[in-house]
């Protein structure tokens, strides 16, 4: 079974600049999360989807982060304009329905963006 | 106080040592707690489950989940140098299915030959 799938791995950009991240979820994954992990700290929820509706997205900074997700699928999240905190690795994850019996959350290898 | 606090290390630890991980929490509405492993340049994948208090346990690793005191610990027997990775604790009070997973911050371990 393929795994999550994220690109680009990396991104350096200058700050006032845009970037965009892209996720594949689990085939038949109904939940996607995105979270942003600072180095040395845990990954923090961005975003929950369910199907194409957005379940969560209180700690989303709106006015410079976007996402969406399409049919339910694939999912993209925006930034602009990026400001230096904005350095982090992006984490896509995705469950099934809820979280199914084990409350596992699947996730890509992550996006890692540093902003100069 | 943050939610979920956990000691980051790093710890260092010889091969075949016995680890423990801990972790601390505000919040009693959490019930389940997990722990996921996270390699370097990668994305965190689960080890373990419990839900509400006790113990669980799967080969060299035993969760334990202390409610009352709002503390729970990971325990790694005969460490390895394939252990070596951050380890994140995780709880949510499933309230609903879709409720927010918190990570602690993780805690760094190196286990060396």
């Known amino acids: 079974e393929a795994g999550v799938a994220q690109s680009p791995r990396y991104k350096i950009i200058e700050k006032r600049q845009s970037v965009a991240f892209w996720c594949n979820p689990i085939?038949?994954?109904?939940?996607l999360y995105w979270y942003q992990q600072i180095l040395g700290q845990g990954p923090k929820l961005l975003i929950q989807?369910?199907?194409?509706?957005?379940?969560?997205d209180s700690q989303l900074p709106k006015d410079r982060f976007s996402a969406e997700r399409l049919k339910g699928v694939d999912s993209t999240l925006k930034i602009q304009p990026a400001k230096l905190e904005d350095s982090a690795v992006y984490l896509c994850?995705?469950?099934?329905?809820?979280?199914?019996?084990?409350?596992?959350?699947?996730f890509g290898e992550g996006s890692r963006l540093t902003v100069l | 106080q943050k939610e979920v606090e956990q000691d980051p290390g790093p710890l260092s630890v010889p091969e075949g040592a016995i680890v423990s991980l801990n972790c601390t929490y505000s919040?009693?509405?959490?019930?389940?707690f997990m722990w996921y492993r996270q390699y370097s340049r990668k994305g965190p994948e689960l080890l373990m489950y419990?839900?509400?208090?006790g113990n669980k346990e799967d080969g060299r690793f035993t969760a334990q989940v202390d409610k009352s005191s709002k503390y729970i610990s990971l325990f790694i027997r005969d460490s390895q140098p394939s252990d070596s990775a951050t380890y994140l604790c995780?709880?949510?009070?499933?309230?609903?299915?879709?409720?927010?997973?918190?990570f602690g911050p993780g805690t760094s371990l190196s286990v060396i030959p």
């Open positions: 994850a995705s469950s099934p329905a809820g979280r199914g019996v084990s409350g596992e959350l699947f």
């Open positions: 085939s038949g994954h109904a939940t």
């Open positions: 989807f369910q199907n194409n509706g957005v379940v969560d």
């Open positions: 919040n009693s509405a959490f019930q389940y």
């Open positions: 419990t839900y509400s208090s």
């Open positions: 995780a709880m949510t009070s499933l309230k609903t299915s879709y409720d927010k997973v918190i």
